[in-house]
């Protein structure tokens, strides 16, 4: 009997990893065919430990199994590491090593498993001679050893998945806040759409029987959504029309379920969609990834823009929530073909939207066109999160994409948008329930909105706005630019001042019978307290709208000849303001002085003097402070690091 420890590794991105958290279900499964062996999960996903934790956790296992998607190979391998100074054998699998058996050249990796592992490490565990076991690739020497491809399993075989052993996680796997189950009832697809992996690593398609699936539904209990992960669940809609019928019939459609569909499939079969939604199948995911036919043909997507339309269409009326996979950057499409999808996007009846930018990951079509096109910048792989170009287009380059990434969201997201699509939630009786029956799913989404949104500003901040001259401009409902909001400060503070001045000046009496150093010191004293506490309030107001994503535009202008960075120049900006102001005030004063040592003083003249004060000296903090706020440099966080130690 062998101990074994599979593990999630660590590895967060943004936006999605933000969104949910899913419990690691290919590892469970793989635990259910362990049988004979003693076997646990560690999901460092929802439970963070430093190093030497890990190394206490991973000690007295003899073989330690990481699961890999392409962007968490980083973390994977640095698991691998502590693995291998425990003493254990160390096995790589899930979808990367499946499409790139190559990182078993990696010291820290003995074994990667290629394809599905319910099988394949059970014979390692068993300790079958490492020749025989099909599926797997490892060093021999210096030469990497593919074995043969294991041939697809009849899912119907494998033992439901080890549920129990997640159990420990329990309350923490959700999706907008709500608890969240997955469940896996097929795998593969039929198309070879060039940007999808998918088909390389199932070859084929093979499903289980309605039944199994509604029996494997009845074990999930306290489940608030139930997520189908296949990635094209409606590929065959009689099952579908079945697994709603035996749903309903169990009374199972007490939870919310989500799928994975292609658009077809949808205009293909209204009647089962509305079957669906009796289920309370309501969260439907659909790709439409570009917005013109020849960019979905050159994709091999083989769906067409009227079906896009026709399934938005019949989705909504059955009260489904629709979100929408988008592609940023599509080969050959032109800026304007991205600026029309984001349109296409607002007016469809979407509820949410992905707008991912192409990333070639490794065992697609795509990778192989863009490698031979040379349009891939970058192959650090742990960088690949579809949140960030790592490829140019021929049209497009790595930061115009960025860029249109941004605008996209900022124009889905923005409050003018979210009010519409709020207002036809309100008008359609089957969605309302988004509105009055969610306040946890609004929060949480707000709150994902609110760090998404300062996410993608710094992103840009740290290399467009720095490379290329180009400015995005964020509008905040109540402000627009940094120059309003100084301005802002500058008014709030002379009118304090001044209402605070006539006041102490009625309260006092005549303020001009008394000795001109204690008005002097009074006017600077008035002045700077005033101006500190608006340039504050200024300041928070400022950071807090950008944080919180109150930003619903973004405009592209044309690169400026300008040779310093954003950061350099607004420093000096806030220098000159500074300057001047200062220099204004020194001469206020002295006129101040001169005014009434020649006993000429007038009592509102003085008033009106230290409001232009008050004015000019809360122009350049607040400026300052905004300007900071724009650039990064205020943001209160740190960057997020490696969970690992
Ligand atoms: C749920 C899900 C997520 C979840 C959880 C992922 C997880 N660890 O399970 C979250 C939301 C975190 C996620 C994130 C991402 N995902 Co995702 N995700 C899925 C989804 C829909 C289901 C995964 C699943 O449960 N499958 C069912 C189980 C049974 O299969 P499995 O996990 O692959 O496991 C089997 C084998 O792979 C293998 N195996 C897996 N692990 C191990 C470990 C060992 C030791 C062994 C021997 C074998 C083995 O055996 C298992 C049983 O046969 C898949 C699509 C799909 N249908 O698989 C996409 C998918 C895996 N995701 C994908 C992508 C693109 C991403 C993101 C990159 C997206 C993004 N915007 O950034 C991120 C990456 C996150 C990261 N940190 O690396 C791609 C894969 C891309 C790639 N090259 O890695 C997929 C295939 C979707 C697609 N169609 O493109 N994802
Ligand atoms: S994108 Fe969807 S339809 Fe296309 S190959 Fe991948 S899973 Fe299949």
């Known amino acids: 009997m062998s101990r074994a420890l599979l593990v999630n590794p660590p590895k967060e991105v943004p936006l999605l990893d933000w969104t949910m958290r899913y419990p690691p279900l290919g590892l469970m499964s793989i635990a259910a065919s362990l049988d004979g062996h003693d076997v646990d999960i560690l999901d460092m996903k929802v439970e963070g430990l430093n190093r030497k934790q890990l190394l206490k956790r991973l000690s007295g296992f003899d073989?330690?199994?990481?699961?890999?998607?392409?962007?968490?190979?980083?973390?994977?391998?640095?698991?691998?590491?502590?693995?291998?100074?425990?003493?254990?054998?160390?096995?790589?699998?899930?979808?990367?090593?499946?499409?790139?058996?190559?990182?078993?050249?990696?010291p820290e990796v003995d074994l990667a498993v290629r394809g599905e592992g319910e099988y394949?490490?059970?014979?390692?565990?068993?300790?079958?001679?490492?020749?025989?076991?099909?599926?797997?690739?490892?060093?021999?020497?210096?030469?990497?050893?593919?074995?043969?491809?294991?041939?697809?399993?009849?899912?119907?075989?494998?033992?439901?998945?080890?549920?129990?052993?997640?159990?420990?996680?329990?309350?923490?796997?959700t999706a907008f806040g709500r608890s969240l189950g997955a469940l896996s009832t097929a795998r593969g697809c039929p198309f070879r759409c060039s940007f999808c992996c998918v088909p390389n690593i199932w070859k084929?398609?093979?499903?289980?029987?309605?039944?199994?699936?509604?029996?494997?539904?009845?074990?999930?209990?306290?489940?608030?959504?139930?997520?189908?992960?296949?990635?094209?669940?409606?590929?065959?809609?009689?099952?579908?029309?079945?697994?709603?019928?035996?749903?309903?019939?169990?009374?199972?459609?007490?939870?919310?379920?989500s799928v994975f569909s292609r658009v077809d499939s949808i205009v293909q079969h209204p009647e089962v969609v509305e079957k669906m939604a009796r289920a309370n199948m309501r969260v439907?995911?659909?790709?439409?990834?570009?917005?013109?036919?020849?960019?979905l043909d050159r994709m091999n997507k083989k769906t067409s823009i009227s079906d896009i339309h026709r399934a938005c269409q019949i989705l909504e009326t059955n009260g489904m929530i629709i979100w929408a996979g988008h592609i940023v950057g599509n080969l050959d499409d032109t800026y304007e073909d991205v600026e029309a999808l984001i349109q296409m996007a607002r007016k469809l009846p979407v509820d949410i939207a992905d707008f991912t930018v192409i990333t070639p990951y490794p065992g697609t079509e795509l990778y192989k066109v863009a490698r031979e096109r040379g349009l891939i910048d970058e192959f650090d792989?742990?960088?690949?999160?579809?949140?960030?170009?790592?490829?140019?287009?021929?049209?497009?380059?790595?930061?115009?994409?960025?860029?249109?990434?941004?605008?996209?969201?900022?124009k889905f997201y923005g409050l003018r948008a979210m009010a519409k699509g709020g207002r036809r939630w309100a008008l359609n009786k089957e969605k309302r329930w988004i509105l009055t029956d969610n306040v946890t799913g609004i929060r949480?989404?707000?709150?994902?909105?609110?760090?998404?949104?300062?996410?993608?500003?710094?992103?840009?901040?740290?290399?467009?706005?720095?490379?290329?001259?180009?400015?995005?401009?964020?509008?905040?409902?109540?402000?627009?630019?940094?120059?309003?909001?100084?301005?802002?400060?500058?008014?709030?503070?002379?009118?304090?001042?001044?209402?605070?001045?006539?006041?102490?000046?009625?309260?006092?009496?005549?303020?001009?019978?008394?000795?001109?150093?204690?008005?002097?010191?009074?006017?600077?004293?008035?002045?700077?307290?005033?101006?500190?506490?608006?340039?504050?309030?200024?300041?928070?107001?400022?950071?807090?709208?950008?944080?919180?994503?109150?930003?619903?535009?973004?405009?592209?202008?044309?690169?400026?000849?300008?040779?310093?960075?954003?950061?350099?120049?607004?420093i000096s900006n806030a220098g000159l303001f500074t300057a001047a102001a200062l220099g204004l005030a020194?001469?206020?004063?002295?006129?101040?002085?001169?005014?009434?040592?020649?006993?000429?003083?007038?009592?509102?003249?003085?008033?009106?003097?230290?409001?232009?004060?008050?004015?000019?000296?809360?122009?350049?903090?607040?400026?300052?402070?905004?300007?900071?706020?724009?650039?990064?440099?205020?943001?209160?966080r740190r960057r997020p690091g490696p969970n690992t130690g």
């Open 63 to 106: 073989i330690v199994g990481v699961s890999v998607l392409t962007p968490s190979i980083d973390s994977a391998l640095e698991i691998c590491r502590a693995a291998k100074e425990c003493g254990a054998l160390t096995v790589a699998g899930g979808v990367h090593p499946s499409l790139m058996p190559e990182m078993v050249g990696n």
């Open 120 to 173: 394949t490490f059970k014979e390692i565990a068993d300790g079958k001679p490492i020749d025989t076991i099909a599926g797997i690739s490892y060093m021999d020497g210096t030469r990497i050893v593919h074995n043969p491809d294991r041939p697809p399993a009849d899912l119907g075989a494998f033992p439901p998945p080890r549920r129990d052993l997640v159990a420990k996680y329990s309350g923490l796997y």
């Open 204 to 257: 084929g398609y093979r499903e289980l029987s309605p039944a199994e699936v509604v029996s494997e539904i009845a074990r999930m209990e306290h489940t608030e959504i139930v997520s189908f992960v296949d990635d094209n669940f409606c590929q065959d809609m009689r099952r579908v029309d079945a697994i709603c019928d035996l749903i309903i019939r169990h009374g199972l459609n007490d939870r919310l379920y």
């Open 284 to 295: 439907v995911f659909i790709g439409i990834e570009a917005a013109t036919q020849a960019a």
């Open 381 to 410: 792989f742990a960088e690949y999160c579809e949140c960030e170009p790592h490829m140019h287009t021929p049209h497009l380059s790595r930061i115009e994409i960025m860029e249109l990434q941004i605008k996209a969201y900022l």
């Open 444 to 570: 949480s989404f707000m709150k994902f909105r609110r760090k998404s949104a300062f996410y993608f500003w710094r992103t840009y901040k740290e290399t467009v706005g720095k490379t290329e001259g180009t400015k995005i401009r964020r509008y905040s409902p109540l402000v627009s630019t940094p120059k309003v909001y100084s301005l802002g400060a500058g008014v709030g503070a002379a009118l304090i001042t001044f209402w605070v001045t006539v006041l102490i000046g009625r309260y006092y009496g005549q303020y001009s019978s008394r000795p001109l150093a204690f008005i002097v010191a009074d006017f600077l004293f008035g002045a700077a307290l005033v101006a500190f506490v608006i340039a504050m309030v200024a300041t928070w107001l400022a950071i807090k709208s950008y944080r919180r994503g109150w930003i619903f535009s973004v405009r592209r202008r044309k690169p400026s000849r300008r040779t310093r960075s954003i950061g350099e120049e607004s």
């Open 586 to 636: 020194v001469l206020l004063i002295v006129a101040v002085v001169l005014a009434a040592s020649s006993g000429r003083l007038d009592y509102h003249l003085k008033e009106i003097m230290v409001t232009v004060i008050a004015f000019l000296t809360a122009l350049p903090v607040s400026h300052h402070s905004v300007q900071m706020v724009r650039n990064g440099g205020i943001d209160g």
